[in-house]
């Protein structure tokens, strides 16, 4: 069965720095990959998907993601941190067949500090 | 058009009182799907449609909740005789599915809190 898994509950990262969310999946087949961020009080909001061949992803908001295929990792990356990047992300893998559900990792909250 | 719509975007309920959920999808999705957030948990799958039929109702936690679909757009959740630990956030999600890689657009969900 297909799964993700955040190892992280909470990154904390001080504004202007690089940050990292990781993320590693497991799958039967080709992986398809997903970021989501949830602000307070809202929905997800869709971030990136992994494209089969890329294995640096870019996406909203200055984010990117790097597929490590050896690895089995989709980690979040991005250069330069805001504050305003603060909120929880979410990994998900879409589960094989056709109902197009994702599954989803517990989410890890990022912290960015001024 | 619009992204996907929820109402109401708070419900406050008696336990053992009867809610309903609406989500409306982005025009021309035929895939739709609602997830439950409890607090502090991540997402948790409930049903996923296709068109006017479910043919995934694998999440759905007890026999107190149903959904339909009609017209292939909007969708009602419904949580018979509510317990208090229906509280959650329940998020509506629709896609269109014509690839592997096509994301769910969410939308900002209903929260749902049983008293």
């Known amino acids: 069965a297909q799964s993700v898994a955040q190892p992280e509950d909470q990154v904390n990262v001080a504004e202007g720095n690089p940050l990292t969310v990781k993320c590693t999946y497991s799958v039967s087949g080709n992986p398809y990959l997903f970021w989501y961020v949830q602000y307070p009080n809202r929905g997800l909001q869709f971030l990136l998907k992994?494209?089969?061949?890329?294995?640096l992803v870019k996406g909203s908001y200055g984010f990117e993601a790097e597929f490590n295929k050896s690895q089995t990792s989709f980690h979040l990356k991005k250069p330069s941190a805001l504050v305003s990047d603060s909120a929880l992300y979410f990994c998900a893998v879409r589960e094989a067949g056709n109902t197009g559900k994702l599954i989803f990792g517990q989410g890890t909250t990022l912290q960015v500090k001024p | 058009g619009a992204g996907v719509s929820q109402s109401p975007s708070n419900k406050v309920t008696e336990k053992g009182k009867d809610v309903e959920l609406r989500c409306d999808p982005i025009?021309?999705?035929?895939?739709l799907y609602w997830y439950r957030q409890s607090l502090g948990q991540g997402l948790e799958f409930l049903i996923y449609?296709?068109?006017?039929?479910?043919?995934?109702k694998s999440g759905l936690p007890s026999d107190r909740f149903s959904a339909e679909r009609t017209g292939g757009s909007v969708s009602t959740l419904t949580i018979q005789r509510t317990q208090q630990e229906d509280s959650a956030v329940y998020l509506c999600a629709s896609s269109f599915l014509g690839s592997n890689n096509s994301p769910l657009h969410f939308g900002n969900g209903t929260r749902l809190t049983v008293t």
């Open positions: 025009s021309g999705h035929t895939a």
């Open positions: 992994y494209i089969t061949g890329d294995n």
């Open positions: 449609f296709q068109g006017n039929s479910a043919p995934d």
